[in-house]
């Protein structure tokens, strides 16, 4: 495990990354990995995974954002899942060793996004599909994007 390193003290979002894993018997399909408040894990608290994007030339990513936990410590580990026989069939590895870090509070808030298409005032017919995209913000962890036909949002679509 790279991050966070053991016994960290942490603002949010939290960074977790591990080292990839090399397995000859086939690639590495996924990694799951698990958030708890006990080093037991009896209560999950927030879990994850990354899939392989389907390229066997890239690999599969070894780190993922977690946030919204509550101040105080908890414990993570991951595993990974080869695949074995292409799509048939699956293997998992056993958990890493546990490690912990402790959540002290909340990083700054993320930047703010910017449309950059369909254009404002923008006309489409009720049947036509668009498009809509904005500008990546540095650190966030998931945009939520809501639309209306009233510019106080009183009523989201």
Do not use: C
Not at 30 to 51: D, L
Not at 144 to 155: H, N, Q, R
């Amino acid at each position: 495990m790279i991050q966070p390193a053991a016994g960290a003290a942490l603002v949010q979002p939290i960074t977790l990354a591990w080292s990839a894993v090399v397995d000859p018997g086939g690639p590495i399909g996924s990694y799951t990995w698990q958030v708890s408040p006990t080093s037991t894990f009896g209560v999950i608290i927030a879990s994850g995974f990354t899939n392989a994007s389907g390229d066997a030339s890239i690999p599969t990513r070894t780190q993922d954002k977690v946030s919204g936990l509550p101040n105080g410590t908890y414990f993570w580990r991951v595993k990974a899942t080869q695949i074995v026989g292409g799509v048939v069939f699956a293997l998992d590895s056993a958990w890493s060793p546990v490690q912990s870090f402790t959540v002290v509070g909340l990083g700054p808030a993320p930047g703010r996004p910017t449309f950059t298409s369909p254009a404002t005032g923008a006309q489409f017919h009720v049947h036509e599909y668009f498009l809509i995209n904005w500008t990546a913000v540095v650190d966030a962890h998931h945009y939520l994007l809501e639309a209306d036909d009233e510019p106080t949002f009183s009523y989201p679509l």
